[in-house]
């Protein structure tokens, strides 16, 4: 029974988490999130000393998620052999366009055996023009237990920076956690600023687009802004 097929009996969409690591400048600790960026919300997460370590902080992170027919995706740094096992057990002026091509059917992929339930090869390539020349951007290749359309890998590995641009941009730009001089508190004030920036995407505003930082300002001088921030459903 694949992903979507489970999700479906259980009566539940399968949820994107991306996993990826970040290094707190500040402090030199590494936290190694597990991110749904649909919710903005960091499920759990787990810390190393350094950045060499992600390799084996994330298969013990998979191990206290429960994602069972759920989508998961994680960076370069994150496609060993071991954690794609532990995952299958458990514009600015120019203009792109992207390919996507995605094979099945690989009997023919020597040593395919050590990457369990490896079912497709995903080819992503991107286009830009600018100023009126056209080029190819980057090849990026993906590999997946999954077997979904080319339409659906799209949107996963376009969702998979998520966890870039929604989490780790939103800690260093708006929080300035790079900037932080608390030794080992980082990691306490790291899971507090995970929790204000889910309840500050949570928060229904009258102005819809009202940056994080604006609704950070407004908690600060209003107390009942600050108590719908932080108790409002």
């Given at each position: ?10 009566g ?33 997460q787990?810390?190393t ?56 059917g ?24 600018e100023?009126?020349k ?33 989490l ?21 004030l ?44």
């Amino acid at each position: 029974m694949d992903i979507k097929e489970r999700k479906k009996e259980e009566g539940a969409e399968a949820r994107l988490v991306n996993i990826d690591g970040k290094t707190i400048r500040g402090s030199g600790f590494h936290v190694v999130s597990a991110w749904i960026g649909e919710h903005g919300l960091t499920l759990r997460q787990l810390t190393t000393e350094e950045k060499s370590n992600e390799i084996k902080a994330v298969p013990k992170l998979l191990d206290i998620l429960e994602v069972s027919g759920d989508v998961v995706t994680a960076d370069a740094m994150s496609c060993q052999k071991e954690i794609a096992k532990k995952i299958r057990e458990k514009g600015h002026g120019r203009v792109e366009k992207r390919e996507i091509r995605t094979v099945t059917g690989l009997e023919w992929l020597e040593s395919r055996e050590v990457w369990e339930g490896l079912r497709t090869i995903v080819q992503y390539r991107t286009f830009r023009k600018e100023k009126g020349k056209e080029m190819v951007q980057t090849d990026r290749y993906y590999i997946s237990s999954g077997d979904f359309s080319a339409e659906e890998f799209l949107r996963y590995i376009r969702g998979h920076w998520s966890i870039e641009n929604q989490l780790h941009w939103m800690l260093d730009i708006v929080f300035r956690e790079d900037e932080c001089r608390v030794g080992n508190g980082a990691l306490n004030l790291n899971i507090l600023r995970k929790m204000a920036l889910h309840r500050l995407k949570k928060m229904m505003m009258e102005k819809k687009r009202v940056s994080a930082k604006r609704r950070m300002m407004y908690a600060v001088l209003d107390s009942d802004f600050l108590y719908e921030a932080l108790f409002s459903e």
